[in-house]
């Protein structure tokens, strides 16, 4: 324990790197005082991985991911750095995902907020993007890659993940397979001791669980600790006991206050969620998201999810895809569930992921300020704003942003310094609202 | 070092099994004497690795994976037990590979070179097949799959990756772009102290190199135990101090004998290759193999490599593609480097794979005997027979046979108990003479 503890002490930085963007921080943690200059951070121009061997202080393993810049690499390397499992695309041609008759300039400007002028090249800077797909109709009007960043490669999703769990388990809900209503464990009875013995399927898709789960990582037995080793996203501390998968560590947690008064944003929730999926199916994640979406989107390219070291999928962080398949499938998400010539999700499900749940409960949990407004429903964020909005989003500026008014779908890939998305939240709001305003 | 020692103790029979199959084992170690029934060894009925999560007792990961027979499971999955690099298809559709117009039956009988008859069906089960692919003029007679295999699924393909390395080596020799006659050190500075200080590209190619390199297993100071976790393929015994990653360990192997002289089976002569590639092109070892084959050849799925604690790719072992991809690959060398519309390879580079190398120097290594008359040239095996085959061969059963003559390319996937190849050569001969004269 004494090594675990000197261990945390050292990677610190590292660590808090991580923790902030896997939750929603305090608003408090939102502006980090220092930013590196984003072209200070280019992995292409600092050399990093480059050569062969590439020299030690160019190095970048799990163990130094999250030093930054090393995760602008790390985010579209991923599998170069332990365990995956392919999403398979299918053996179809690819779905059109035809150019727009008139794009966008990278000179579109608008107000940043903040009383500054701003464009859609500048605000991509700013924002440590590394690569941009604005869909109109269905149609490329925007479509950027920085620092390196090809077509072909998969990006981390971090957080976005949790929506295309959410997803899968509102189509199975509407399908009967799962009962919405129903105690965790009546599907996993390995939680019957857990914070989830009396948590339903609802409150765990609306994180209104209360769950012991501190994600302070000043606090060295802070549950975030045992999440990270547990995904196998960073080694565990040496001569530690942390479990070292995810089905050892989540029976574990506990439960802390009441079900169904508060959100709170924690990952473990997502993964008793990506658990229930592979239980009540049969098949490992990776499959589902195959069958069930990818191979049906007529992806371009496979995409693929972190594993834990007992093979368990990362389904709360750990997918990882290109920017274009991505965009198909928010054009699909826009399009009530259908694309691709066939109806991959019911419309009863894109219908229930829009709705949102109740912005109060919402407004309950500390750093949401800035939020205002929103709510969580199903692993989605939903800003009940008068286009009827709904967003994915992850750490370090991950975006999918759905405006069903505007018949607009807005990717963003980015590897920003701060890891809460929080940090570009209003700049990004009025971005978004610009394109829509744009397009239409 | 005593608990290094303790470690090996352990893993003894995994370790052990590793080994062989990454060389040319003595004859005497050809045959076992106790070989698990085929139906026994099936992943599928054996539940390996399935559940959510799998039970203890049923879980394949890195350190048991050949602990037969994990590797059943392992061969067809390891992307999910460590660090890959993705060989891209590139984004054309896939080159046609289409049937022909009479297939081969299962009941294709033959002689089994012992006095018993055989067929097509039987000879994959005794050789623990995992997919077969049989392909005349270009066109598929057969295709199988076994053990839950699926088409899209690549498979490792152990040493065949050496020959993936000697085509690419060979093709920048045609170019001008390497000596073969050049010392190693030219290109590879860091290696002017070792083993290959004075040893030509060409030695290295042919594996004519002497170098201070036993393969034996039973003796755990054996390079073959550097060799493994060098490459990453198997953890490093906790409190070793071996190399973590092959360029760390290269530079320390030592010279043994004289160069030139004699035909001895080695790893790491390849992984001196596939660094030397990468040195001279400026490219990682999975773009190049991407850039100059995967997508030229019109492949249907990506390929990946196995990559090593420092983001180093396994160049002599660690490729894993396809059965369809690699008739693609085989149907280019049989069409002198033509496939899909464009030539690939020049034809001088596959003249020179298939002219082999001195039949005298090959049988000078031990446990050549029962392929008397080979040679082993460029990183290909060449059986110097009438109808001009060549072949790659990877442990448990890799094997791509090309047979100009007969117009034929045979690939077949295996995970057999016996790591050497030498298990099932004398019946693969009598398999593959079978083919020829079936399609002829």
Redesign the interface.
């Known amino acids: 324990m004494r090594h675990f503890h000197r261990h945390l002490t050292r990677s610190f930085t590292a660590v808090a790197l991580a923790c902030t963007l896997l939750v929603a921080a305090p608003a408090s943690q939102a502006q980090a005082p220092q930013l590196p200059p984003p072209d200070a951070t280019n992995p292409v121009t600092l050399q990093l991985?480059q050569g062969?061997?590439?020299p030690p202080d160019k190095?970048?393993?799990l163990a130094n991911t999250l030093k930054y810049p090393n995760v602008r690499w790390a985010a579209q390397h991923l599998?170069?750095?332990?365990?995956?499992?392919?999403v398979?695309r299918g053996?179809a041609?690819p779905s059109a995902l035809p150019a727009a008759p008139r794009a966008l300039p990278d000179t579109l400007a608008f107000a940043d907020g903040k009383g500054a002028p701003t464009t859609l090249a500048d605000w991509q800077k700013a924002t440590y993007t590394d690569a941009l797909l604005v869909l109109h109709r269905g149609r490329v009007v925007y479509e950027r890659y920085h620092i390196g960043m090809q077509p072909?490669q998969p990006h981390v999703l971090w957080s976005m993940s949790k929506s295309l769990v959410g997803l899968l388990v509102t189509e199975l809900i509407q399908e009967g397979t799962i009962d919405a209503n129903a105690p965790i464990p009546r599907y996993l009875p390995e939680l019957a001791s857990s914070a989830w013995a009396d948590a339903t399927v609802q409150q765990t898709l609306d994180m209104t669980t209360g769950v012991k789960y501190a994600e302070n990582f000043a606090d060295p037995t802070s549950g975030v600790f045992q999440y990270l080793a547990a995904a196998g996203l960073q080694p565990a501390p040496p001569g530690s006991n942390l479990a070292k998968?995810m089905?050892e560590h989540l029976p574990t947690v506990q439960k802390e206050g009441e079900h169904g008064t508060a959100f709170a944003y924690k990952s473990v929730d997502s993964e008793v969620l990506g658990?229930l999926l592979?239980?009540v199916t049969g098949k490992?994640y990776a499959t589902l998201l195959s069958e069930r979406i990818w191979s049906r989107l007529g992806t371009?390219?496979?995409a693929y999810v972190f594993?834990d070291?007992?093979?368990?999928q990362a389904t709360s962080v750990g997918v990882n895809a290109t920017l274009r398949d991505l965009g198909r499938l928010g054009e699909m998400l826009r399009s009530n569930g259908r694309f691709n010539g066939q109806q991959i999700v019911s419309p009863a499900t894109i219908a229930e992921l829009r709705k949102g749940a109740d912005p109060a409960l919402f407004s309950k949990a500390p750093g949401t300020a800035m939020r205002a407004g929103y709510s969580y429903h199903n692993q989605w964020w939903v800003p009940h704003d008068a286009d009827g909005s709904f967003e994915a989003k992850g750490l370090m500026g991950q975006h999918i942003h759905i405006n069903p008014a505007a018949e607009l779908v807005v990717v963003k890939l980015s590897s920003h310094p701060v890891p809460n998305t929080a940090f570009t939240h209003a700049l990004d709001r009025q971005a978004f609202a610009a394109l829509a305003k744009a397009v239409r």
């Open positions: 991985m062969f061997p590439p190095l970048v393993r599998r170069e750095l332990g365990p995956t499992a392919t398979w053996a041609a072909q998968s089905a658990w592979q239980r490992s371009q390219e496979d594993a070291a007992n093979g368990g």
